[in-house]
């Protein structure tokens, strides 16, 4: 629960078929997901992951992965019993909890938390419960250093796990102004608020409420949502040191959620597909709530695009665990990936990595890209393409020659790309598209490269 960083999709240097083994289906994401571990780009050579499970929901089959240690100490193998802390992805399961009481009519995406705890005069009427939801709240996050900065003078090491709820309404009471509201902002406090007004609202804990409301719907028998360890929860480390269990109170909303991969399966498997008890529940979570340029949020979820529909993403991380889930139900793909180490950067790579080699490497995915037939172009239309674009440091060239447009990459070779519509055109070699962008008057003005599920803007030089 510590940093979050948005989830970024991974690009690869080569395209995913490269990396997939012939054979049956469970063969292919088997090695994909072998590969992601043992493979030249796999990470179990890093001597800091300990442990880590891999779930792939893939259309309508679940496929689990286990590797390393649960327990170094004891030599304890990583299982499908093996509980993981998933920390900020228990955002997600605070979000269905606000759902299901908007699901009850208990409430409106209207209701303000006043109704609940008493807020500053100066805020008043103007944070809703779903603003909390969707990171737009504008209160203080206790996830920056200004709104850290109290807490950590009392605890420098684990400032959040002295929150309570006491402190929670102290924060809302004296707020008395809200300059970032209606923008996103990752925001820790706004979960734990939501979480204590919920359990206010139906008189019960955090850990009863999500058991009975979501996670036995769900079939998550095994999750749970208190400060209880067991010997089937794996221990955490960091660089390679034992860490302790995270342990939170008034900000259990926000991180407290230790689940094993066959619940997380479960979970993955009603988002993509449906077919549970509280499958209104879960579309009311699943909505777009705030939407920018750069953002768009669900209830508790971040939402990019990728291969032309919505992919859902979150991520967490305590002092010794990280964990990423992504789903997308246009191409019924789910990814849940666990490590009992606690390491971010792994966990935002790899599942992006995992959702482009199994998507990419499935042969409808490719056969779909390479069935697009070729438009016919003259040299004339072709030049106004033509010039150098440019992202970061990275330009791309882009000439013409005897009909055909070329495209050249800093540090690569110039390649001929087929036109396959009005300003979209296909390297099919290496499964790539590059989309340019007029401006009002008609000229090209950006172009996007999309691969390897990213979407790539240069801009015109």
């Not at 992965?65 to 399961?93: D, M, Q």
């Not at 606000?98 to 995406?109: N, Q």
């Not at 992202?391 to 020659?401: F, I």
Request: charged residues 20%; hydrophobic residues 35%; aromatic residues 10%.
């Amino acid at each position: 629960m510590r940093t979050y960083l948005p989830l970024l999709i991974a690009c690869l240097s080569l395209p995913a078929s490269a990396h997939c083994s012939p054979g049956s289906e469970k063969e292919r994401i088997a090695a994909i997901a072998d590969t992601t571990f043992y493979g030249r780009r796999g990470f179990v050579n890093n001597k800091e992951i300990i442990g880590a499970s891999i779930g792939i929901y893939w259309k309508g089959e679940t496929y689990i992965f286990n590797y390393g240690l649960a327990v170094r100490e004891r030599n304890i193998p990583v299982s499908n019993e093996t509980l993981f802390e998933i920390g900020s992805n228990t955002k997600v399961f605070t979000g269905l909890l606000l759902a299901s009481e908007l699901a009850k009519g208990k409430i409106t995406e209207q209701t303000v938390i006043d109704k609940f705890v008493q807020v500053n005069k100066n805020i008043q009427n103007k944070v809703k419960l779903v603003d909390l939801a969707d990171y737009t709240s504008g209160l203080p996050t206790l996830h920056d250093s200004t709104s850290l900065a109290e807490l950590e003078k009392k605890d420098s090491n684990h400032p959040l796990e002295i929150v309570t709820n006491d402190y929670l309404l102290k924060v809302a009471a004296n707020t008395t102004s809200l300059p970032g509201y209606g923008e996103y902002d990752y925001n820790n406090y706004s979960f734990g608020l939501l979480a204590y007004i919920l359990c206010k609202a139906n008189n019960t804990t955090y850990d009863e409420l999500l058991r009975n409301t979501i996670l036995k719907p769900l079939g998550m028998n095994h999750s749970y949502a208190t400060m209880d360890s067991n010997d089937k929860l794996a221990r955490g480390y960091d660089e390679g040191r034992r860490q302790p269990f995270i342990t939170l109170s008034g900000l259990a909303g926000a991180g407290i959620v230790k689940a094993d991969m066959p619940d997380m399966m479960q979970f993955i498997r009603y988002q993509v597909s449906g077919g549970s008890s509280i499958d209104n529940v879960i579309a009311i979570a699943n909505k777009h709530y705030y939407e920018s340029d750069e953002m768009t949020t669900a209830l508790g979820w971040h939402i990019t695009k990728r291969y032309g529909g919505d992919y859902y993403l979150m991520r967490g991380d305590t002092y010794g665990a990280s964990s990423a889930m992504a789903f997308s139900k246009d191409k019924q793909i789910g990814i849940v990936i666990m490590l009992n180490s606690s390491n971010p950067s792994v966990t935002q790579k790899v599942i992006g990595q995992l959702l482009v080699r199994v998507v990419e490497g499935d042969p409808e995915f490719a056969r779909a890209f390479y069935s697009v037939p070729a438009v016919k172009m003259t040299s004339a239309v072709l030049q106004k393409y033509t010039g150098t674009y440019q992202m970061g440091e990275l330009k791309m060239e882009v000439t013409d020659s005897d009909d055909k447009l070329y495209i050249q990459l800093t540090g690569q070779s110039k390649d001929a790309v087929k036109a396959v519509g009005n300003n979209t055109f296909q390297a099919t070699d290496v499964m790539a598209s590059f989309e340019f962008i007029p401006d009002s008057t008609g000229k090209i003005e950006k172009m996007v490269l999309h691969q390897n599920g990213q979407d790539l803007p240069f801009d015109r030089l």
